[in-house]
């Protein structure tokens, strides 16, 4: 049997929960750079439904993309680790300060570069931004039907894609056409761990831009094991129209970021005794707050 | 022309909430801009569905009845926003951050090439100059909203692209009634003219949905915990206080990440927003992604065992102490007060 061609959208992120005062740029975009840079976590549940299919359907093949400086080849590697075929870095300055639609405008190019493609996964949001835009926007672009919000892909056989879906609301099991495009919540199963086979062999997997230092010997084993060679494409490996790249082709802009300050207010400070609880009650059915 | 727009969301012949609290924000900023509100509904058996709406301020609803519209499914509901978006031009677009709003609005904007702001806590018109293109602009949407996990607060614009397009979850603005007797048209689409028949590519198998049992954002009184409660067991206590008090248990995402709460009890920037009149923090540290989902309660109070708990500065009441020591006192003083 033919298996399916998958492309799973990976982004790097900031990691949201350890943020600095230097985060923000003065432009209002993010200074990545001064952020520990982490997987981004549903992505990593796309990639485990991406994994599955390629488990239950043979000659399955998984191809990462990620868009992102030189450093977001780090992205790739983690998912060769974990079981993908093999991945594509589109990193170029044209990019910089896209925003939703501009960067669903660049990997919507990309994908149409890349040929005949049956799934393309991603995850439902990212942690910096929260949107869940990239994957509708994607597949509009691109003309292909959409199931965001999916826990799993339960079928892609002859032609057709099943999805279980976790709404707000409750779940709806839905079926579509391939290709499609689906988006994958966190409530779907964690992606599978690293695995050792997989770690050994890709260790030294390198983009282009992560090669620039490097010594003879180390281009040497590259010429020798392609497999470690991870595709870097930049804005010339695929057909765009300039004006809709990076800022200019962004039409949301910052205007005015703030950081957040507390109020501080009166308190009234309590110690955890049964008086200081016997009071605190008291007032509360006083005002009539409880009771 | 250049009206304000609010997609409806449906469940069941009723229109959402988080619809109607849209609408009212709707008709301010249409009041603000000296405009018109009109609202879009699509879906099936929707007779009658303008009298829900109406009363919000809506000068037009139009209508789309197809059986083929219900449930929800994402391209022809595309479809017709785009072409209506097309034909009215509409400058400002609203609707919720549901997982329907979600699913559709980036869809739209895509089509449209035109912005779109996820998860809005406020929405103003305001001006703007683009110093650097010596280019003025009058009355753009101001799209407020957390960025960044919610450690900044960002204002985004769509200077150029219309229409500004935002989406506001459920609970963040208010529902307020204008006039039971306000009087707007009705437009029914003529849904073959909008959709096109690959549109219903995709089909609902299967679908369970359930009315919200858990219903935090209306509760007077919220007891919630965050990670520093520490283990399922002690969330029990807040269970407990909550039973004996009269109100509902709230979590933080931490405490629901980690499983202490389920998701539909989760309050802040990515759960609901609520306003009860006591909200009750037990070890909850205060990241601004929670308390910009509660900082309007009417009191607070807040139990941690770090005294300078950033969720102390919202607070009235401080008590610096042990959940599974402080809450049992709480319990035992309350029912000794109220015999």
């Given at each position: 049997?033919?298996?399916l061609k998958i492309v799973v959208l990976a982004k790097q992120v900031p990691d949201t929960r350890n943020v600095g005062k230097d985060a923000m740029k003065a432009d209002g975009t993010v200074n990545r750079a001064a952020l520990p840079a982490i997987f981004n976590p549903e992505d990593l549940n796309a990639l485990e439904q991406a994994l599955r299919l390629k488990d239950k359907?043979?000659?399955?093949?998984?191809?990462?993309?990620?868009?992102?400086?030189?450093?977001?080849?780090?992205?790739?590697?983690?998912?060769?680790?974990?079981?993908?075929?093999n991945g594509i870095l589109l990193s170029d300055r044209a990019f910089a300060g896209s925003d939703t639609l501009a960067t669903?405008?660049?990997?919507?190019?990309?994908?149409?570069?890349?040929?005949?493609?049956?799934?393309i996964i991603a995850g439902r949001q990212a942690i910096d931004g929260d949107t869940a835009q990239v994957g509708p926007q994607v597949a509009e672009k691109l003309g292909l039907p959409q199931i965001t919000y999916a826990e799993d892909i339960v079928s892609a056989e002859k032609g057709n894609v099943v999805v279980k879906r976790r709404l707000e609301r409750g779940v709806e099991t839905v079926e579509g056409k391939m290709p499609m495009v689906v988006t994958v919540n966190a409530s779907a199963p964690e992606c599978r761990p690293r695995n050792a086979k997989f770690v050994m062999k890709y260790k030294h997997a390198r983009a282009v831009s992560e090669m620039q230092n490097a010594d003879?010997?180390?281009i040497a084993l590259h010429n020798n094991r392609p497999y470690l060679n991870i595709g870097e494409w930049s804005v010339n490996d695929i057909d765009t129209n300039a004006e809709e790249l990076g800022l200019t082709g962004s039409p949301t802009k910052v205007k005015s970021i703030e950081n957040v300050v507390f109020q501080a207010k009166e308190a009234k400070v309590l110690e955890p005794t049964e008086e200081d609880m016997g009071e605190l009650m008291k007032e509360l059915i006083a005002n009539h707050t409880i009771g | 022309m250049n009206n304000v727009f609010v997609y409806c969301e449906i469940e069941e012949g009723q229109v959402a909430d988080v619809s109607l609290e849209l609408l009212t924000k709707g008709r301010k900023l249409a009041d603000d801009l000296k405009c018109e509100l009109e609202a879009i509904v699509i879906g099936h058996e929707l007779k009658g569905v303008e009298k829900q709406v109406m009363p919000f301020g809506v000068d037009k609803v139009w209508i789309a009845d197809d059986k083929r519209l219900?449930?929800?499914t994402t391209l022809p509901h595309t479809s017709i926003l785009v072409k209506l978006f097309d034909e009215e031009k509409p400058q400002i677009a609203l609707m919720g951050a549901t997982s329907i709003g979600r699913d559709l609005g980036p869809r739209v904007s895509s089509a449209l090439h035109s912005g779109l702001t996820a998860d809005c806590t406020s929405l103003v018109i305001g001006d703007h100059e683009d110093k650097?293109?010596?280019?003025?602009?009058?009355?753009?949407?101001?799209?407020?909203?957390?960025a960044f996990g919610g450690n900044i607060v960002a204002t985004i614009i769509n200077p150029d692209c219309r229409p500004q397009m935002a989406t506001v979850r459920e609970g963040v603005m208010k529902k307020e009634i204008v006039s039971d007797a306000y009087k707007g048209k009705v437009k029914n689409i003529d849904v073959e003219k909008y959709v096109k028949p690959e549109d219903f590519v995709i089909k609902v198998i299967e679908r369970h949905m359930e009315k919200s049992k858990v219903n935090i954002k209306n509760a007077?009184?919220?007891?919630?915990?965050?990670?520093?409660?520490?283990?399922?067991?002690?969330?029990?206590?807040?269970?407990?206080?909550?039973?004996?008090?009269g109100g509902e248990v709230g979590a933080s995402r931490a405490a629901v990440d980690a499983g202490f709460a389920s998701h539909e009890r989760q309050i802040g920037q990515t759960g609901v927003t609520v306003r009860p009149k006591l909200y009750i923090a037990c070890g909850i540290s205060g990241q601004i992604q929670h308390t910009a989902g509660m900082e309007e309660s009417a009191m607070v109070i807040a139990?941690?065992?770090?005294?300078?708990a950033p969720i102390n500065a919202f607070a009235d009441y401080v008590i610096t102490g042990d959940i599974a020591e402080v809450l049992p006192k709480m319990i035992k003083q309350y029912k000794e007060n109220t015999k």
């Amino acid at each position: 049997m033919k298996g399916l061609k998958i492309v799973v959208l990976a982004k790097q992120v900031p990691d949201t929960r350890n943020v600095g005062k230097d985060a923000m740029k003065a432009d209002g975009t993010v200074n990545r750079a001064a952020l520990p840079a982490i997987f981004n976590p549903e992505d990593l549940n796309a990639l485990e439904q991406a994994l599955r299919l390629k488990d239950k359907y043979e000659g399955t093949e998984v191809t990462l993309l990620t868009m992102g400086p030189g450093r977001a080849a780090e992205v790739i590697r983690e998912g060769l680790y974990r079981g993908a075929d093999n991945g594509i870095l589109l990193s170029d300055r044209a990019f910089a300060g896209s925003d939703t639609l501009a960067t669903s405008y660049a990997l919507s190019c990309t994908l149409k570069k890349m040929g005949k493609i049956d799934i393309i996964i991603a995850g439902r949001q990212a942690i910096d931004g929260d949107t869940a835009q990239v994957g509708p926007q994607v597949a509009e672009k691109l003309g292909l039907p959409q199931i965001t919000y999916a826990e799993d892909i339960v079928s892609a056989e002859k032609g057709n894609v099943v999805v279980k879906r976790r709404l707000e609301r409750g779940v709806e099991t839905v079926e579509g056409k391939m290709p499609m495009v689906v988006t994958v919540n966190a409530s779907a199963p964690e992606c599978r761990p690293r695995n050792a086979k997989f770690v050994m062999k890709y260790k030294h997997a390198r983009a282009v831009s992560e090669m620039q230092n490097a010594d003879e010997d180390y281009i040497a084993l590259h010429n020798n094991r392609p497999y470690l060679n991870i595709g870097e494409w930049s804005v010339n490996d695929i057909d765009t129209n300039a004006e809709e790249l990076g800022l200019t082709g962004s039409p949301t802009k910052v205007k005015s970021i703030e950081n957040v300050v507390f109020q501080a207010k009166e308190a009234k400070v309590l110690e955890p005794t049964e008086e200081d609880m016997g009071e605190l009650m008291k007032e509360l059915i006083a005002n009539h707050t409880i009771g | 022309m250049n009206n304000v727009f609010v997609y409806c969301e449906i469940e069941e012949g009723q229109v959402a909430d988080v619809s109607l609290e849209l609408l009212t924000k709707g008709r301010k900023l249409a009041d603000d801009l000296k405009c018109e509100l009109e609202a879009i509904v699509i879906g099936h058996e929707l007779k009658g569905v303008e009298k829900q709406v109406m009363p919000f301020g809506v000068d037009k609803v139009w209508i789309a009845d197809d059986k083929r519209l219900y449930p929800y499914t994402t391209l022809p509901h595309t479809s017709i926003l785009v072409k209506l978006f097309d034909e009215e031009k509409p400058q400002i677009a609203l609707m919720g951050a549901t997982s329907i709003g979600r699913d559709l609005g980036p869809r739209v904007s895509s089509a449209l090439h035109s912005g779109l702001t996820a998860d809005c806590t406020s929405l103003v018109i305001g001006d703007h100059e683009d110093k650097k293109n010596k280019k003025e602009y009058k009355d753009l949407l101001y799209q407020i909203r957390p960025a960044f996990g919610g450690n900044i607060v960002a204002t985004i614009i769509n200077p150029d692209c219309r229409p500004q397009m935002a989406t506001v979850r459920e609970g963040v603005m208010k529902k307020e009634i204008v006039s039971d007797a306000y009087k707007g048209k009705v437009k029914n689409i003529d849904v073959e003219k909008y959709v096109k028949p690959e549109d219903f590519v995709i089909k609902v198998i299967e679908r369970h949905m359930e009315k919200s049992k858990v219903n935090i954002k209306n509760a007077g009184i919220i007891v919630a915990g965050g990670y520093g409660v520490g283990s399922k067991e002690n969330f029990n206590l807040l269970t407990e206080l909550a039973e004996v008090i009269g109100g509902e248990v709230g979590a933080s995402r931490a405490a629901v990440d980690a499983g202490f709460a389920s998701h539909e009890r989760q309050i802040g920037q990515t759960g609901v927003t609520v306003r009860p009149k006591l909200y009750i923090a037990c070890g909850i540290s205060g990241q601004i992604q929670h308390t910009a989902g509660m900082e309007e309660s009417a009191m607070v109070i807040a139990i941690n065992t770090d005294k300078n708990a950033p969720i102390n500065a919202f607070a009235d009441y401080v008590i610096t102490g042990d959940i599974a020591e402080v809450l049992p006192k709480m319990i035992k003083q309350y029912k000794e007060n109220t015999k």
